[in-house]
């Protein structure tokens, strides 16, 4: 048996009949099965993106312990190296954690988009092709095809021009990369971390011009689930909306306990305010205000420094 | 034990390998299975003439004697696919253009003329909307239908407008015509009957899955099979469903063929079914051990069935017996798409390499100058060699090595931080 056949039998097949049959439940709407799908996906991987989340929620925690680490490991890079790897582990970090989802997801893309290219009847070998990926037992699959394409003002088959939907993807994404960035008080870093932010989204605005716009429809379903996600489990994070995003946090009490840890020594005390407030990030308001609050609580005698007044007050009420 | 497996687990250059590895699995994946459109017309033999589409976009003529290319003309100055047999009237023949949205009559190797005239068809959001069934020629008229729902009459001799009737679903069906009436097959689940003077609709029949299949017109009676798995017998006149065959396990995809109140149908679960063609009971099942989309041919008393791997059944329609004439193709990736042609005694076949076989349709023997390649230039190779599918793939390749290339990245800056 071939590698090709192997994804068929394993991925290709049961993604088309589960996507075949859902759209019927959902009222012959493709579009609307795509969106059901990407929770389908999305809620399978909840432990692997709660994974993603966490190691991104530690990293933010330990920043002040590395910002000491570096400060007193400045001259010997190796110590440092070593220093850093044991904090690493001390704090149950796994980087694969944040690749993983993605990983995962990339078999997902392809297997959606030669679904959509034989369910939607986009070429007529494809979709004679489709015949055999039909499961005989399954009745309804052999008369469902070829689904339905249009959804909003969408061509499901075809790259949406109207770039509507490469801006809603582009947008979506950088909303989240926003949310996880990391911030640092390493200029590379930090230039690193800019490149990040518009990199991912501008190329899968780009790639949503040339894919048919069901595959960006998964992606904007995705993201936005992301999103939301993301916001349960660290807040707001790098993501700084004046008004809105200000001061909240869903950061929990071990968090707030860490932190008090990290912040009680004087040489994290004076590179905090470095680090959660770099210039050239963008994104606060000039004095880190609402950067403190990524990763999670800090002491109230940093309260000056932290938050403006009532911000993240809520959750905070809500602990009491 | 665990801490040195920990620590392997936390190499770099293992990690980072079995990320690029993982790419390079699921890249190879990508392909698996979607393709290029190249097209699966079949022919039609004149005067000792085959015409046929090739898979580079060319009409072609061939002496039937000696594989001789008499002429042969693009349809465009780019690759199109040819997805429909042509059909000759008089001294033209007609094709239409998968890519190019448009109908052709060429008379020799001159195009006579060309509709549209200017562009092509256009679906409801302006693109282009491909021809995929053949055309019928009766009455003066060249029907057939589009990709965007709506069957078209034109004048067989000028090619001017004379009416056009929108159905609710792509047309990939081959009409057919039974006295003045004209029968069409849509996605839309619906047989159309229709006025062929006018385009008015007579009556609809409808199925539960959509109509791929040519109809087939027997003694007052029209023969659908559907994608609902289903083969009706509907009356000509009322569109009543006289009856329904219900067996079959996958698509009827593939023209059926009537022979002595004997239905011959084949279906995409790999049979054939020879059903009375007044009550539709089942008299023979055959196995043909590989799907059929390819429409069969009657040749005196057999009826020659090629499977999609290429196999090539004769069966006899006095005592309903199948012999294997061909056995399947050499290379499990080339297949039989096209629908048989016959001029009465050799059979040809098309294959989706672009390759014409020959054969006798008694003994399956290859006449001499059989096979010969019907393309000249270069079209896109068979799916598992290609690196990519429908144009776009490549992007969707060089889309997966970018995202690699960026999560590598992003893996790579967090072990920075770990080594920094």
Not at chain 1, 52 to 78: G, P
Not at chain 2, 232 to 256: C, H, I, M, S
Not at chain 2, 351 to 376: C, H, M, R
Not at chain 2, 389 to 417: P, T
């Amino acid at each position: 048996m071939s590698i090709g056949e192997i994804w068929d039998l394993i991925i290709l097949a049961p993604l088309i009949n589960v996507v075949i049959v859902s759209s019927y439940y959902l009222f012959g709407s493709f579009g609307l099965t795509i969106i059901v799908l990407t929770f389908i996906i999305r809620a399978l991987m909840y432990p692997l993106t709660l994974k993603q989340l966490q190691v991104s929620k530690t990293m933010q925690t330990i920043q002040v312990q590395v910002a000491e680490l570096r400060q007193k490991y400045a001259k010997d890079k190796q110590k440092l190296a070593q220093e850093q790897m044991k904090l690493y582990k001390q704090s149950g970090m796994n980087p694969l954690g944040c690749v993983l989802p993605m990983l995962v997801q990339m078999p997902i893309w392809i297997a959606l988009y030669q679904s959509i290219m034989r369910v939607l009847a986009t070429e007529p070998e494809a979709f004679l092709h489709l015949s055999q990926h039909l499961y005989p037992s399954w009745l309804l699959v052999f008369s469902q095809v070829p689904l339905q394409s249009q959804f909003l003002w969408l061509n499901l088959a075809e790259p949406d021009r109207s770039l509507l939907l490469p801006i809603v993807v582009g947008g979506s994404m950088w909303v989240q990369q926003k949310m996880t960035t990391i911030p640092s008080a390493d200029p590379k870093q930090q230039s690193q971390n800019r490149m990040m932010l518009w990199m991912m989204p501008l190329m899968f605005a780009f790639l949503t011009l040339s894919f048919p716009s069901g595959l960006a429809l998964y992606w904007v379903a995705s993201n936005i689930i992301g999103i939301v996600m993301q916001y349960f489990v660290t807040g707001w994070g790098g993501l700084v909306i004046p008004g809105i995003t200000t001061g909240k946090t869903t950061s929990g009490k071990k968090i707030k306990g860490q932190a008090v840890r990290q912040m009680a020594s004087p040489v994290a005390k004076a590179k905090v305010a470095e680090l959660v407030s770099p210039p050239e990030e963008g994104v606060g308001d000039g004095n880190g205000v609402q950067r403190q609050d990524r990763g999670g609580s800090y002491p109230a005698r940093l309260g000056a420094i932290r938050r403006k007044p009532g911000g993240g007050g809520r959750h905070r009420r809500r602990r009491r | 034990m665990i801490t040195k497996l920990k620590r392997i687990l936390y190499s770099r250059k293992l990690l980072l390998s079995a990320f690029l590895l993982a790419c390079f699995v699921v890249a190879g994946c990508a392909p698996a299975g979607i393709t290029v459109p190249r097209g699966w017309s079949g022919g039609v033999v004149a005067d000792g003439t085959l015409f046929i589409g090739a898979m580079d976009g060319k009409i072609v003529a061939l002496n039937t004697t000696d594989g001789k290319r008499l002429w042969e003309v693009p349809l465009e100055d780019s690759v199109v696919a040819i997805y429909g047999s042509p059909t000759v009237a008089g001294d033209l023949v007609y094709l239409g253009g998968y890519h190019s949205g448009k109908m052709y009559a060429f008379a020799q190797d001159k195009i006579r003329w060309v509709y549209p005239r200017d562009r092509a068809f256009v679906d409801s959001t302006g693109k282009i909307a491909q021809i995929i069934g053949g055309a019928i020629i009766a009455q003066g008229k060249v029907f057939f239908g589009v990709d965007n729902g709506v069957v078209y009459a034109l004048d067989a001799m000028t090619g001017d407008y004379v009416w056009e009737f929108p159905t609710g679903g792509k047309i990939w069906s081959t009409p057919a015509i039974f006295g003045d009436t004209l029968f069409v097959g849509s996605f839309d689940k619906k047989l159309y009957a229709l006025d062929t003077a006018t385009g008015n609709e007579r009556w609809t029949f409808e199925t539960q899955g959509a109509i791929v299949a040519t109809p087939l017109v027997h003694d007052n009676t029209v023969y659908i099979g559907s994608f609902d798995r289903k083969l009706y017998a509907v009356d000509v006149t009322t569109g009543q469903e006289k009856w329904r065959f219900l067996e079959a396990k996958n698509w009827f995809w593939a023209k059926p063929l009537a022979k002595d109140n004997t239905i011959y149908a084949s279906n995409l679960d790999g049979k054939g079914y020879a059903l009375d063609a007044r009550s539709g009971d089942k008299l023979v099942e055959f196995d043909l051990g590989s799907p059929v989309s390819a429409s069969p041919v009657l040749v005196g008393n057999r009826v020659i069935v090629a499977t999609e791997n290429g196999a090539v059944y004769a069966i006899d329609v006095e005592n309903k017996e199948s012999n294997k004439l061909r056995g399947p193709l050499q290379t499990k990736d080339i297949k039989v798409y096209a629908p048989l042609t016959t001029d009465g005694v050799v059979v040809y076949m098309h294959t989706s390499d672009g390759k014409l076989y020959a054969f006798d349709a008694v003994d399956g023997s290859e006449l001499n100058w059989s096979p010969i390649s019907l393309k000249q230039a270069a079209v896109p190779p068979p799916p598992s060699q290609q690196s990519s599918g429908q144009g776009m793939n490549w992007g969707s390749i060089i889309a997966l090595f970018a995202s690699g290339i960026v999560l590598v990245l992003v893996f790579q800056r967090l072990f920075k931080r770990r080594g920094s």
